[in-house]
């Protein structure tokens, strides 16, 4: 089966870094992608990481072992936009684009 | 001009209707999706398609079906709705072209209640 893990939720203040961990039991693996979706909104891409390893985009990192089944997503410089549902999800088929999904990790940043 | 759209944006309806959510897409891309979305809960796949000729069920199919009209157009349809059919559900697509990172982009949603 598939498994993956995240922290419901975290609270974190504007202008500090947050760390959010994933962690994954899946059959196969295919990459690793990161969402973020504000309340009632769609989800948008953050980042992919299919090789171990630090991605970095602006003020958002990604960071993946494969040997370990885990990623982060690290949050620079945080802002009050910031404030969304982060989720973390696995391509897990070989053939590319069909995604598990964890539950996501509500992020609340505060003044 | 949004490239996922989904209709209705929102809608009620009793047990037992018939309803069908439309999800169309002007990015050109192959492969499209229906999720549903639960408080609490992750995206879960419904159906997901490759191509026009190519239906696949994903992890929660049951009291679903889907119609790929065209490679643009891919519709949900619940055959007789349920209260535990009450969720919002995500269209997405995405286009594995060559060496392209691949993520799916998702519609706006449909927030769907069963009465």
């Known amino acids: 089966g598939q498994n993956i893990d995240q922290p419901t939720e975290m609270t974190a203040t504007e202008g500090a870094i947050v760390q959010i961990n994933c962690t994954y039991q899946?059959?196969?693996?295919?990459?690793l992608f990161w969402y973020q979706q504000h309340a009632g909104e769609a989800p948008t891409f953050l980042s992919y990481?299919?090789?171990?390893g630090l991605e970095e985009k602006g003020r958002f990192s990604s960071f993946l072992s494969r040997s370990k089944g885990y990623s982060y997503l690290l949050l620079k410089e945080l802002q009050m936009k910031d404030s969304a549902s982060y989720l973390c999800?696995?391509?897990?088929?070989?053939?590319?684009?069909?995604?598990?999904f964890g539950t996501g990790t509500r992020l609340q940043v505060t003044l | 001009d949004a490239d996922v759209t989904q209709t209705p944006r929102n809608r009620i309806t009793k047990t037992g209707k018939r309803i069908m959510l439309e999800c169309s897409q002007t990015?050109?891309?192959?492969?499209m999706y229906w999720y549903r979305q639960d408080p609490g809960l992750g995206l879960q796949l419904i159906y997901y398609?490759?191509?026009?000729?190519?239906?696949n069920k994903g992890e929660i199919s049951d009291g679903y079906s889907v119609s790929r009209q065209a490679q643009a157009k891919f519709s949900l349809s619940l055959e007789s709705a349920i209260p535990n059919q009450t969720a919002l559900y995500f269209c997405?697509?995405?286009?594995?072209?060559?060496?392209?990172?691949?993520?799916?982009?998702f519609g706006p949603g449909t927030r769907l209640t069963v009465l």
């Open positions: 999800a696995v391509d897990n088929t070989g053939t590319a684009s069909k995604l598990t």
């Open positions: 899946t059959s196969g693996f295919n990459g």
């Open positions: 990481n299919v090789l171990d």
């Open positions: 990015k050109g891309h192959d492969r």
């Open positions: 398609s490759f191509d026009v000729k190519d239906i």
């Open positions: 997405a697509t995405a286009d594995p072209g060559a060496g392209g990172v691949n993520e799916q982009f």
